[in-house]
């Protein structure tokens, strides 16, 4: 059975860092291309960064581009998105995703959280004084 699992969320001051992590159970993530996505309620759930397989391209939203970093550990069977200078406008709730699509491919932009097959239940970030 296919299953993501986030963590690392938390409360942190603006300026602060937080490295949230995504687990892998029931496949291989080091096939897969996966994204980060985060959602504030009331809005559109936002593609915040991702990762690709076949040459570990990187894209990142123009909101978190230079802050925030994503990355892969194969070995653990998870990617990891680390967060730096938080502002309050990151408070959100982070998921990461994937899809079946994305075995071996490169992803050229972040994709749209409609084309994604697979979610986790989300991890929370809150950025305050």
């Known amino acids: 059975q296919v299953q993501l699992v986030e963590s690392g969320g938390g409360l942190v001051q603006p300026g602060g860092s937080l490295r949230l992590s995504c687990a892998a159970s029931?496949?291989?993530?080091?096939?897969?291309?996966i994204a980060w996505f985060r959602q504030v309620p009331g809005k559109e759930r936002e593609g915040v960064a991702c990762i690709s397989v076949s040459d570990n391209s990187e894209h990142y939203s123009d909101s978190v581009k230079g802050r925030f970093t994503i990355s892969r550990d194969d070995a653990k069977n998870t990617v990891y998105l680390s967060l730096n200078s938080l502002q309050p406008e990151d408070t959100a709730v982070y998921y990461c995703?994937?899809?079946?699509?994305?075995?071996?491919?490169?992803?050229?932009?972040?994709?749209?959280?409609?084309?994604?097959?697979?979610w986790g239940k989300g991890t929370p970030v809150t950025v305050s004084a």
């Open positions: 995703a994937t899809s079946t699509a994305s075995f071996g491919v490169s992803w050229f932009h972040i994709p749209h959280p409609d084309a994604m097959d697979y």
């Open positions: 029931g496949f291989s993530l080091d096939f897969y291309a």
